[in-house]
């Protein structure tokens, strides 16, 4: 049995710590591109950082059609979630599944994120990183102009 999990961990990339949330989990709020607020089976509450993207901040340029974007794919549904990190402030930092589909790989592919490379499995960072390089090619989202990253938005 343990060789299977395993064998199905290295098929779907994703890495052979990673947690489930008691789920499906409701989504609640979108606060974000990248942020989410959830409920559990037992109606427990969690904020949920959508790991291997950062979007726009909401004063940016794209910001809330970031937000609008996510909250198009899941707003009201029942998703999946795998993680396994949490950020400094107790937040999961996870991937949000919805019918099969990795919804944040959706977000860069639909242009309102950036690849965010740091703790992801070989073939999420694969998946993400071409996803990106596509959208910028196709001047989708925030491609279709300059943009700032969020990460030098925050340091101004």
Known sequence: MKGLILLITLLHGIPASADFLNCPC??????GGDTVHV???STTKHKIR?????APEKKQPFGNQSRQNLSGLIAGKNIEIEYNKRDR???IIGKLIYQGQDINLLQIKHG???HYKRDQSPLDRTLYSS???VARAQTIGL????AIPPWKFRGK
Do not use: F
């Open 39 to 41: 409920l559990d089976q």
């Open 26 to 31: 409701k989504v609640v709020e979108i606060t």
């Open 50 to 54: 959508l790991g291997g993207i950062d």
């Open 131 to 133: 996803a990106e390089i």
């Open 112 to 114: 309102y994120a950036w």
């Open 89 to 91: 402030y107790g937040w």
């Open 143 to 146: 491609w279709s102009r300059p």
